[in-house]
């Protein structure tokens, strides 16, 4: 017998399932590396925040660590709400750290900022506090994701069930920038589609310490419903002027175009009571989403919004994706993230579409009374169920990853 003739076989099979097992688990720098690109200590910072950064954390520790045997790492950057200090981070942590994929990022204007370095650089970016629906519309990108809400989705939700119920006179106190202009759009839209008629509008700044003047304009206005197209900290700074200065007394009613649970649990339910709004995610809404909100309720004394939730959900969904394609190539990590449907604790009847925005039902709720409310964090009354198509509507065709 000879050894050699049956020893090469042997050694070229073993060399090709090295070389097989390369080619199919491939991660780039041995590590894979996902930045939280959040506000850390601004307006935005209780619904995102250190809370985004424990939910990420939350999902690689859940999943264990590693990913085809390499470590997982998690960065750190603070934007400050301003889009140059995030563009900037985004293309430090692409070019310099390596970074695979940044989530979060609160702010339109600092995520389409963000999104168009993660095109120049051809790496991974998943939204969470991006509303914008120009995300996913003219702007659309292969390598961007909107995962949690659109613009458009909220004012469906809102809008379209407040008119229904009679508010069919509208004026909107909007924040002056991207994120207040769209939810202003997308629910005027809805408004009129529903034969009600939009009145006007005032545009206060982001964070406007004296919110009066907007406030007594949209009253003076004498619309049914004054629509809050603002985020934090404008949206319930209105809401509370709004009581002090008797707007509900005198017939009026105010309408959320997005509020988190951060919100009503700062401005408290006296001041809330009532109040309609369309969310992505409620902590006490079935016992998936009980048992993992009370797991980061331990860590964060404080229960997660939509955003952070969504945090978690995307995480985890990427990295299963890795794990299934056997590389973080962003480009297939995204393909195998739309093949998959997304089913979680997060998202019901969830799918990723070919233009990068995850569709997922929605609920309408309302907010609770003090009298309602049987114990910490119980806020809110569940209406009804918003299907996604209906809330996110078909593809924007002005995106050029949607089929013509």
Not at 56 to 85: E, N, R, T
Not at 105 to 114: F, W
Not at 378 to 398: C, E, M, Q, R
């Amino acid at each position: 017998m000879n050894p050699i003739r049956f020893g090469l076989p042997v050694a070229a099979a073993f060399a090709a399932a090295l070389m097989g097992g390369a080619a199919t688990a491939q991660v780039s720098d041995d590590v894979v590396k996902i930045g939280v690109l959040t506000d850390m200590n601004g307006p935005a910072s209780a619904p995102t925040g250190q809370g985004s950064v424990t939910a990420a954390q939350m999902a690689i520790d859940d999943f264990g660590g590693k990913v085809l045997g390499k470590p997982i790492s998690i960065v750190v950057g603070d934007h400050q709400l301003k889009a140059d200090i995030g563009a900037a981070l985004a293309r430090r942590w692409y070019d310099v750290d390596q970074v695979d994929l940044i989530v979060d990022v609160p702010v339109s204007a600092v995520g389409l900022a963000v999104q168009n370095i993660a095109n120049e650089k051809k790496r991974l970016f998943i939204t969470h506090s991006t509303g914008t629906a120009d995300f996913h519309g003219k702007f659309c990108s292969p390598y961007a994701i909107q995962w949690v809400f659109d613009t458009r989705a909220l004012a469906v939700g809102t809008a379209d069930a407040v008119v229904k119920r009679g508010g069919d006179s509208w004026f909107f106190i909007t924040d002056d920038y991207a994120f207040g202009h769209s939810l202003e759009r997308d629910a005027s839209s809805v408004v009129t589609a529903n034969g009600g008629k939009v009145l006007g509008s005032v545009r206060p700044p982001l964070a406007t310490p004296d919110l009066s003047s907007f406030v007594l304009q949209a009253q003076a206005s004498k619309a049914k419903i004054i629509g809050i197209a603002a985020g934090p900290p404008n949206n319930m700074n209105e809401i509370k002027t709004g009581s002090e200065f008797g707007v509900f007394k005198g017939g009026q009613q105010m309408a959320a175009l997005l509020a988190l649970i951060t919100d009503i649990h700062g401005i408290g339910l006296q001041a809330a009571q009532g109040l309609l709004l369309t969310t992505s995610f409620y902590w006490d809404m079935d016992d998936k989403t009980r048992e993992w909100s009370k797991r980061y309720f331990a860590k964060m004394k404080q229960m997660p919004t939509m955003w952070q939730a969504g945090v978690y959900s995307s995480v985890m969904h990427y990295l299963d994706a890795i794990k299934e394609t056997g590389t973080d190539d962003p480009l297939k990590v995204a393909a195998k993230m739309r093949e998959k449907p997304i089913e979680d604790f997060f998202a019901r009847n969830g799918k990723l579409r070919e233009d990068n925005l995850m569709v997922h039902d929605l609920w309408l709720v309302q907010v609770k009374s003090p009298e309602e409310s049987k114990y910490p964090w119980d806020y809110y009354k569940i209406l009804t169920t918003i299907s996604g198509d209906k809330a996110f509507g078909p593809p924007d065709l002005a995106c050029p990853l949607v089929k013509k």
